[in-house]
């Protein structure tokens, strides 16, 4: 499976982005999905995860109640809606594709990786 994530790009504080995240094969309509963030210096964090078919969402505290995980089954589109932008959220942001019906907080419960979309938040 391939991931292909774009929407990245240079936004102002309080500004909104929306990622979006294409894979190559239908079947992962039947994984859990997730978005995972990695800011210069620091590890990568998990942001988001869906359930397999839009079901099962779940975000980290640091993104609750500005971000919205969706995603597209008819389309093998995932996608990650940024609103009230921080300079805190400027990082890679990659797209995944998780072992199982569910999405986890767990790396290594991922199989597919993509090859991030860069996000930059000025002040």
């Known amino acids: 499976v391939q991931l292909q994530a774009s929407g990245g790009g240079l936004v102002q504080a309080g500004g909104s982005l929306r990622l979006s995240c294409a894979a190559s094969?239908?079947?992962?309509?039947?994984?859990?999905m997730a978005w995972f963030r990695q800011a210069p210096g620091k590890e990568r964090e998990f942001v988001a995860g869906?359930?397999?078919?839009?079901?099962?969402?779940g975000y980290a505290d640091s993104v609750k109640g500005r971000f919205t995980i969706s995603r597209d089954i008819t389309k093998s589109t995932l996608y990650l809606q940024m609103n009230e932008l921080k300079p805190e959220d400027t990082a890679l942001y990659y797209c995944?594709?998780?072992?199982?019906?569910?999405?986890?907080?767990?790396?290594?419960?991922?199989?597919?990786w993509g090859q991030g979309t860069q996000v930059t938040v000025s002040s």
């Open positions: 995944a594709v998780a072992r199982g019906s569910i999405h986890s907080v767990r790396q290594m419960e991922y199989t597919y």
């Open positions: 094969r239908r079947t992962v309509s039947n994984n859990g």
């Open positions: 869906i359930g397999y078919r839009g079901g099962g969402t």
